[in-house]
C-alpha cells in the first residue's frame, strides 16, 4: 500500500458512524499501533484516549497476542462450531466464565457486541417458550442505550437516530427513564447519589403490560456510548429484585464494561449484582480479533438440554463463533490481564483518573464531567443550532494538532484509554483537553 491513500482509494469504504464525505476531504488514517499509541502515514505518534473503540483494554499490539494468532492461523485457520469443536473455543470459554459471578458458567460466542445483543434476547424469548410462557417476547430497554446495531439491540436501545430508519422492523420494545439528570448529579464523581428511584418506573411498565408480557430488561451497568453514565446507587439493585419478582430475565451489556474498564472482570461483580445473561464483546481479545459472546445462567442452559440426542437445542448461531483465531486471541489476552493484573491496575487508577477529569471543571465550554473506573466524560455546551458540532471540531483539533485521539458522541467527548495507561498518560490528555479548550 502506498504512504498516502489516494482519493480513489478512499472512496469504496462506507465507513460506520462516520460523515463520510467530510472525512474523505481530511482524513483521519491510522495506520500503525503500539502500546497506548497509533501512529498515522507520516509516522506521527498520537495518543490513544480511547483504547481504539472501548476495546484494546491490554493495549495495541500486544506481542502474546499476536503471536497466538500467528500460531493459530498457521495451525487451524476454521472450525465448525456447527456439529463440531475445535479446543481454544472451549478453553475460552471456560475461562471467561470462570471470571463471571453466580451461575453465568455458559458461553454462546458471536462476533460482536451487536450480535451479542440480538443473541441474549432470542436466549431469553426462548427460554420463556421452552418453559410454556411464549407469550413473554416483550424487552425492556433504556432511553439513551446503545446495544449494537442489530435488530434487537436497536428495539431495546434508546438512541433515536439508531432507531428512526429501523424501528418498525424489531423487536416490540418499551424503555425506561435514561438515569441522567444535570440538574440532580452535575459534576459526580463516581456513582450518582440521586436517581435510584428511578428502577421503579419498571413496575409501571410491568403494570402496564403485564409481566406476562415481558421476556427481559436489558441495561448496560454503565452506558458507555451515549456517554459515560454511571448507574446511580442502588439502581441496578432495584431492578435485580423487580425483575426476579416478576419472573423477567435480567441482561447486562457489558460489552464495554466487560474485561476490566470498571477495575473488575464484570461490571456485575463491581456492582454486586448477578444477572440472568451478560453480554461482552470488545475487551475479551482486546480488539485484535472480533469477538463477542453471552454469559448464560446454568437454569437456563438446562432448560434447553432437555431433547433428544439428534436435536439441535438452540436453533441459532454464526459461521465464525468461536472462530479458531478469535479464540486463541482471547485466551492470550485473558493472560496479559491475569499476568499484568491490568484488572486491578485499572482499579488502583481509577481516583487518580477521576480527579484528573474533573481538573477540567471551569474550563470554557464545560457543561459536566462523570467519570466511573477508567471511563470518563466530559460535556460541551453546543453551538446554538449546530449540536454535535462543537465535540465533532474539537474532536479534530485534538487529533490533527494535540496528537490525541478521544471518543467523540455529539456534545460529549470520552475517555476509555487502554489498562496499561500510566499517570503520565492520564495528565497528558486531560492536560491536551484543557488547553484545546482553552485555545
Known amino acids: 500500500m502506498s504512504a498516502h491513500l489516494?482519493?480513489?482509494?478512499?472512496?469504496?469504504?462506507?465507513?460506520?458512524?462516520?460523515?463520510?464525505?467530510?472525512?474523505?476531504?481530511?482524513?483521519?488514517?491510522?495506520?500503525?499501533?503500539?502500546?497506548?499509541?497509533?501512529?498515522?502515514?507520516?509516522?506521527?505518534?498520537v495518543l490513544d484516549g480511547a483504547a481504539g473503540l472501548w476495546c484494546a483494554n491490554a493495549g495495541h499490539c500486544r506481542k502474546p497476542i499476536a503471536d497466538a494468532i500467528a500460531k493459530a492461523a498457521a495451525t487451524l485457520d476454521f472450525a465448525p462450531t456447527f456439529q463440531f469443536g475445535h479446543p481454544a473455543a472451549f478453553e475460552a470459554a471456560a475461562r471467561i466464565a470462570a471470571l463471571a459471578p453466580g451461575d453465568l458458567n455458559h458461553v454462546f460466542f458471536t462476533n460482536s457486541g451487536s450480535e451479542s445483543?440480538?443473541?441474549?434476547?432470542?436466549?431469553?424469548?426462548a427460554w420463556h417458550?421452552?418453559?410454556?410462557?411464549?407469550?413473554?417476547?416483550?424487552?425492556?430497554?433504556?432511553?439513551r442505550a446503545y446495544h449494537g446495531v442489530g435488530m434487537a439491540g436497536i428495539s431495546a436501545g434508546g438512541i433515536g437516530n439508531n432507531r428512526k430508519w429501523f424501528g418498525s422492523l424489531g423487536f416490540r420494545a418499551d424503555h425506561l427513564s435514561a438515569t441522567y439528570n444535570r440538574a440532580e448529579q452535575a459534576f459526580t464523581n463516581g456513582q450518582p447519589?440521586?436517581?435510584?428511584?428511578?428502577?421503579?418506573?419498571?413496575?409501571?411498565?410491568?403494570?402496564?403490560?403485564?409481566?406476562?408480557?415481558?421476556?427481559?430488561?436489558?441495561?448496560?451497568?454503565m452506558a458507555g456510548s451515549t456517554g459515560v453514565l454511571p448507574p446511580p446507587k442502588g439502581y441496578l439493585e432495584k431492578l435485580r429484585a423487580i425483575t426476579a419478582k416478576h419472573g423477567i430475565l435480567l441482561i447486562f451489556d457489558e460489552?464495554?464494561?466487560?474485561?476490566?474498564?470498571?477495575?473488575?472482570?464484570?461490571?456485575?461483580?463491581?456492582f454486586g449484582v448477578t444477572p440472568d445473561l451478560l453480554t461482552f464483546a470488545k475487551g475479551v481479545t482486546s480488539g485484535a480479533a472480533p469477538m463477542g459472546?453471552?454469559?448464560?445462567?446454568?437454569?437456563?442452559?438446562?432448560?434447553?438440554?432437555?431433547?433428544?440426542?439428534?436435536?439441535?437445542?438452540?436453533?441459532?448461531?454464526?459461521?465464525?463463533?468461536?472462530?479458531?483465531?478469535?479464540?486463541?486471541?482471547?485466551?492470550?489476552?485473558?493472560?496479559l490481564y491475569r499476568d499484568e493484573g491490568l484488572f486491578e491496575r485499572a482499579k488502583e487508577l481509577?481516583?487518580?483518573?477521576?480527579?484528573?477529569?474533573?481538573?477540567?471543571?471551569?474550563k470554557p465550554g464545560v457543561a459536566d464531567i462523570r467519570n466511573i473506573g477508567l471511563a470518563a466524560a466530559i460535556d460541551l455546551d453546543p453551538i446554538a443550532g449546530a449540536?454535535?458540532?462543537?465535540?465533532?471540531?474539537?474532536?479534530?483539533?485534538?487529533?490533527f494538532e494535540r496528537d490525541l485521539m478521544l471518543r467523540v458522541a455529539g456534545d460529549t467527548l470520552a475517555f476509555s484509554p487502554p489498562l496499561i495507561v500510566e499517570k503520565a498518560h492520564i495528565d497528558e490528555m486531560f492536560g491536551k483537553l484543557g488547553e484545546a479548550l482553552a485555545a
Open 193 to 221: 447519589e440521586w436517581g435510584a428511584h428511578l428502577a421503579d418506573e419498571l413496575e409501571k411498565i410491568i403494570a402496564l403490560h403485564d409481566a406476562s408480557a415481558i421476556a427481559a430488561v436489558i441495561v448496560e451497568p
Open 350 to 362: 481509577e481516583v487518580y483518573f477521576g480527579e484528573a477529569a474533573h481538573s477540567l471543571k471551569g
Open 129 to 143: 417458550r421452552a418453559r410454556g410462557e411464549a407469550t413473554r417476547t416483550m424487552i425492556i430497554g433504556r432511553e
Open 293 to 335: 459472546g453471552v454469559l448464560v445462567d446454568k437454569r437456563i442452559y438446562e432448560q434447553f438440554m432437555t431433547g433428544p440426542d439428534h436435536a439441535i437445542d438452540m436453533f441459532h448461531g454464526y459461521t465464525y463463533s468461536g472462530h479458531p483465531l478469535a479464540a486463541a486471541a482471547a485466551c492470550a489476552t485473558l493472560d
Open 6 to 45: 489516494t482519493t480513489n482509494q478512499l472512496e469504496a469504504f462506507w465507513l460506520p458512524f462516520t460523515p463520510n464525505t467530510e472525512f474523505k476531504r481530511n482524513p483521519r488514517i491510522l495506520a500503525r499501533a503500539e502500546g497506548m499509541y497509533y501512529f498515522d502515514q507520516d509516522g506521527r505518534r
Open 255 to 270: 460489552v464495554i464494561t466487560g474485561f476490566g474498564r470498571l477495575g473488575a472482570a464484570f461490571a456485575a461483580e463491581r
Open 387 to 399: 449540536p454535535g458540532k462543537r465535540g465533532f471540531e474539537v474532536m479534530k483539533h485534538l487529533f
Open 117 to 125: 445483543t440480538d443473541t441474549a434476547v432470542k436466549i431469553a424469548v
